[in-house]
């Protein structure tokens, strides 16, 4: 568990990418899968991100073979494209934007296949509610100290430790610099340690992205003792408002920031092997997007109004668009 502070996110945001790229073992991904076409940096197992690999295997897998490569999101996607360790990955575009003005010409250079689902920021915190203002002599809690706060709402979020999965480690601090809120964000491997975090009143809430219905989340019932936290903040662009319900947890019309993803490849050359390949890719999951968002798949599919819309960052095969802004 680390604390990251607001200076430190851009600094951190290289490092922290390749250690998480590091424990997603890429490269133990591009060993199993040798007769691999194009590699995809996905996700954990289990969560949208990989899930919706797995659909662009079964829609376009007999056109060019694709294989996911499991990592904590899109953070380390980037580090892997970034050092040719995947042809292709999904990234929120915040994620993108962000570790492009890094400096890094390989993260700026990258180009979009396709827009995809929206990731949703999802909170959760304990229904009892968690200790707050407790005295701390280094890392131990002092007994007796503190009160009980219940978190309902983003803005009850002052102030509160949370523990950051995956890609949050950067949302968090753009949230933290837009609101003020003096956040202190302890990073967690996983989803389940996160909570375990929670559980151990180590932080009093968790941060979590992902599609909708996250699978992570959609495992947890009411006797869990969690409960999903609102966001009830004004949303700017490139962030958007989404309603979604969650009834194992008694979330009805609940409100989430949502980010928007997006399918990203490296420059390739368009007459060189893999140039084609990924403009197979390509073309394949633009012919198909109707059996995609009708037929037995991930629910994110039918979030894609215009797959030719690619968010402002340039799109593979037009090279005239301008590239990820710095």
Not at 152 to 175: E, N
Not at 245 to 257: P, Q, R, V
């Amino acid at each position: 568990m680390n604390k990251v502070t607001l200076t430190q996110s851009i600094k951190l945001g290289i490092a922290t990418g390749v250690f998480l790229a590091t424990v997603a073992s890429p490269v133990v991904a591009q060993e199993t899968h040798t007769d691999c076409s194009l590699r995809i940096g996905s996700g954990p197992n289990g969560k949208i991100y990989e899930l919706m690999v797995q659909d662009i295997q079964r829609v376009c897998g007999a056109e060019v073979s694709v294989c996911s490569i499991p990592s904590v999101g899109g953070l380390p996607n980037l580090m892997m494209l970034s050092a040719s360790q995947a042809e292709l990955g999904i990234v929120q575009l915040d994620t993108l934007t962000q570790m492009a003005m890094g400096g890094d010409e390989n993260i700026a250079a990258l180009q979009a296949v396709m827009p995809l689902h929206t990731n949703l920021l999802h909170i959760l915190s304990l229904r009892t509610g968690a200790k707050v203002g407790t005295i701390r002599i280094g890392d131990t809690d002092v007994p007796w100290t503190g009160e009980v706060k219940v978190f309902k709402k983003f803005s009850d979020l002052r102030g509160a430790r949370v523990a950051v999965v995956g890609s949050t480690q950067l949302l968090g601090q753009t949230l933290n610099h837009q609101t003020g809120y003096d956040m202190e964000f302890l990073i967690a491997e996983s989803d389940d340690q996160a909570i375990k975090m929670l559980r151990d009143n180590q932080v009093q809430a968790v941060f979590t992205d992902g599609g909708w219905p996250l699978p992570s989340i959609s495992r947890h019932l009411p006797a869990s003792g969690l409960m999903l936290v609102e966001y009830d903040l004004p949303v700017n662009a490139p962030f958007v408002a989404v309603k979604r319900n969650y009834e194992n947890l008694d979330a009805f019309n609940f409100s989430f920031l949502g980010i928007p993803n997006l399918l990203i490849t490296r420059p390739f050359r368009s007459t060189g092997e893999l140039g084609k390949r990924v403009a197979t890719l390509q073309r394949c999951l633009l012919s198909h997007i109707d059996d995609l968002q009708e037929g037995r798949y991930q629910a994110g599919w039918k979030e894609i109004k215009n797959p030719m819309d690619t968010l402002g960052v340039v799109r593979f095969g037009n090279n005239s668009q301008k590239t990820v802004s710095r």
